[in-house]
């Protein structure tokens, strides 16, 4: 028999949050809907469907190729046409996020836009996990399922382009939008992004790798609709040397242009060296088109395009919205007045054209906007299994977890999380098509027999004495993040409210079990005092589900921290550094960490963290052994030594030689990974993959990757900080033990 829960004040609901967090989209969009019309040519998103929209036009022979086609088009454009498809509608139609301008004389189409990247912005859509609980799955495979599913509801809303991946590096725990990404590592946030990417393009939707570059905080302090004065994503100026770039900041977008052939990027707010990323020539035209050969659009974030001369030159091809630098006027008025413009903006219209034919835009009907067509039970499946495999188990003193439902017959469910659907604030908000909240979940799976009893925490004692009489204590806590502003403190919430109340349920029962719902690293004063702690991320809506599964035994919790979580705000790189972060007076931002970033700083200064970077329990355990190494790849055994199934994930370090005593090197970097499932007593040769790459830096004397010749450490583990097996391989002939 289950007891009838008792439910206190909090409703099951979303959280307060959903009020405030459309976003900067939403919010201007509001002002700006007053007194506009609707689309250019007064169409809905998505027409009639057809076989192709593309006319009967010389450009729509499908023989020839994309660039053939888009010759053929950009001749037959006049100058008003070129200039009318840089700047988007300001009233996108029908929830998108934006609309490009179509040119009906050649049916050229509207193009339409959504947010992402966690679920589609648009109505209601399947909300799934954040991007740093993709991450923590370490699972490309997941990732590209992700980017299916994500990919799918884009193009039945009517959407074209899908603004995702965001695989901005988490750079402060602070960060508003910490959530959004893929954490700490350039190597893991790249298989990420390239996995997200593949998945949404093989819907045939556009998809759009943001941020670039550079863009980490939000900035703190201020009044709404003016938060984050301090260090404002818009206003900030990011100080950052060529090597820090290279080899941390940039490796992601890389990817997502060599590897996944990512249609468009968008650049992003903030001034780089003094110039910002949308009118960014070193970003924008040397790096991204001249190293790494990108042949798509950039597009400008919203608001991030300032001037029209600075942006064109700059290499920015479309601003979706609003129409600031690229209106007509003044992107007449640049014309006029720079010589040899035309060929430039030949070269805009042109990176737009390709792209949308060698995506097939032309030769398809308009995806309909008919979310009938969604397979919502099935995206919600994958929506869970996926945070299944998120959901990191950092601490399980005496086994506590799984629950054991033969002896835990009454469970104290506590705390502002436990009946709620979290997730965080901002343009990557989704509505969901539904949701389970951690109690609903816990309720169904416990079953007759188990007493499920509820207290939302808000007053401790009341919350300590329910705990006390429970056979385990289940503690939902919570952080907040959103877009726009960053977060006070690192605390959960800089009341401390619920750090108390987690001190008082553990001291009521010590069979407490912490359960975190955060999307970056939190303090956890607290975790000596409780037995375990999971941490579940904002976990999508099916989060409810996943978190009952892992607590009952139902799933072997596998994920790993793709973030490291300090012991203490003072160990961050950037503690007491103001020029760091969140700005100094000027609002510049020193990223004097350099390529000591996120573990390889907590690693070069010997801090313990509390939980470190790639760390994660399992129900089970592993041992590694028999580790062979050679340039081309690594091969390790791992054998699961406990009595249940579960997944390893496998994670290599290369440990790289000081080039000269003036660069410094990190202990050691990410450079291949492999989830792998395990039966009891099972073990398997993993293989992982190296190359060049894996081994190189950059050099900055000479502009270009260099491998050192040293001696290289190569350290095979289930986490940055626990590398049971070692070798080390000689390069450039150098001799090593
Ligand atoms: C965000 C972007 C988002 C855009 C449209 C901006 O405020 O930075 O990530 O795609 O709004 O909603």
């Not at 040519?41 to 027409?47: F, V």
Request: charged share 20%; with cysteine; hydrophobic share 45%.
């Amino acid at each position: 028999m289950t007891v009838p829960i008792l439910r206190s004040t909090l409703s099951r609901t979303m959280t307060r949050r959903a009020a405030i967090g459309a976003g900067l989209f939403g919010i201007v969009a509001t002002l700006l809907a007053c007194g506009q019309s609707s689309t250019p040519d007064g169409t809905a998103s998505a027409s009639a469907d057809g076989p192709s929209r593309c006319g009967e036009h010389p450009w729509c022979d499908t023989s020839l190729s994309a660039d053939e086609r888009t010759e053929l088009l950009l001749a037959a454009l006049t100058q008003d046409e070129k200039v009318a498809l840089m700047g988007g509608n300001n009233h996108p139609a029908a929830g998108h996020t934006g609309v490009g301008a179509g040119i009906a004389r050649l049916d050229i189409p509207l193009i339409y836009y959504t947010d992402g990247p966690l679920g589609i912005r648009q109505g209601k859509a399947t909300a799934m996990p954040a991007g740093i609980a993709l991450a923590a799955t370490w699972n490309t495979d997941a990732a590209q399922r992700y980017g299916a599913l994500v990919g799918d509801e884009a193009k039945h809303k009517g959407n074209d382009v899908l603004f995702g991946p965001a695989a901005d590096l988490l750079r402060v725990p602070l960060a508003g939008r910490g959530f959004e990404g893929y954490g700490e590592d350039p190597w893991l946030a790249a298989r990420m992004a390239v996995h997200y990417i593949r998945g949404v393009q093989q819907q045939g939707v556009i998809a759009d790798f943001k941020h670039y570059a550079d863009y980490t905080q939000e900035g703190q302090i201020g009044v709404p609709p003016l938060t984050g004065l301090i260090g404002a994503r818009v206003l900030v100026n990011v100080i950052v040397d060529e090597r820090t770039q290279r080899e941390i900041h940039l490796p992601a977008a890389r990817a997502a242009v060599q590897e996944a052939n990512v249609g468009t990027i968008m650049c992003s707010y903030p001034r780089i060296n003094g110039t910002y990323a949308c009118e960014n020539p070193f970003l924008l035209r040397d790096v991204l088109r001249d190293d790494w050969g990108f042949r798509g659009y950039v597009l400008a974030d919203y608001l991030a395009a300032h001037n029209a001369a600075a942006s064109f030159q700059g290499g920015l091809d479309f601003e979706p919205w609003p129409p600031l630098a690229y209106r007509p006027f003044e992107l007449n008025a640049v014309l006029a007045a720079t010589p040899d413009s035309a060929a430039t903006l030949d070269d805009h219209v042109r990176n737009m054209l390709r792209t949308w034919f060698a995506f097939g835009v032309f030769d398809r009907a308009a995806y309909m906007d008919d979310d009938t067509r969604i397979d919502k039970a099935a995206h919600a499946d994958t929506a869970q299994a996926i945070e299944e495999q998120a959901i990191t188990l950092l601490q399980n003193d005496g086994e506590l977890l799984p629950l054991d439902t033969g002896r835990v017959k009454r469970i104290a469910v506590i705390g502002p999380a436990a009946d709620v659907y979290q997730f965080g604030g901002g343009s990557s908000q989704v509505d969901p098509f539904s949701m389970v909240t951690p109690l609903q979940g816990i309720v169904a799976r416990a079953g007759d027999g188990v007493a499920v009893v509820h207290d939302d925490g808000r007053i401790a004692s009341r919350a300590a004495a329910i705990a006390a009489d429970a056979d385990v204590a289940l503690v939902f806590v919570a952080n907040r993040q959103i877009e726009g502003r960053d977060q006070l403190c690192m605390s959960l919430d800089c009341t401390g409210a619920q750090d108390r109340l987690i001190e008082a349920v553990a001291t009521a029962n010590p069979a407490t079990a912490v359960i975190l719902q955060t999307g970056a690293p939190v303090l956890m004063p607290w975790r000596q005092r409780v037995r375990a702690i999971l941490e579940a991320w904002f976990p999508g809506q099916q989060g409810g589900n996943a978190i009952a599964r892992v607590l009952f035994g139902d799933i072997n919790p596998s994920g790993h921290l793709p973030v490291t979580f300090p012991d203490s705000a003072d160990d961050l790189p950037t503690a007491g550094r103001a020029d760091q972060y969140p700005a100094d007076l000027l609002q510049n931002v020193h990223f004097r960490e350099g390529v000591l970033f996120g573990y390889r700083w907590y690693d070069a200064k010997n801090i313990a963290p509390a939980f470190p970077f790639g760390f994660g329990l399992s129900y089970t355990t592993f041992a590694y052994s028999d580790l062979d190494v050679s340039p081309s790849g690594a091969s390790v055994t791992v054998r699961n030594t406990g009595a249940r199934a579960g997944a390893a994930v496998v994670q290599l370090y290369v440990g790289m030689p000081q080039p000269s005593p003036d660069i410094i090197q990190p202990p050691h970097q990410l450079k291949a990974f492999r989830r792998v499932s395990l039966a009891p007593g099972e073990a398997a040769r993993v293989a992982l993959p190296l190359d060049t790459s894996s081994f190189s830096y950059w050099d900055t004397a000479s502009g270009a990757w260099a491998v050192a010749p040293g001696c290289y450490e190569i350290a095979v583990g289930a986490s940055s900080r626990e590398l049971p097996v070692r070798a080390t391989l000689p390069m450039g002939g150098a001799q090593c033990d």
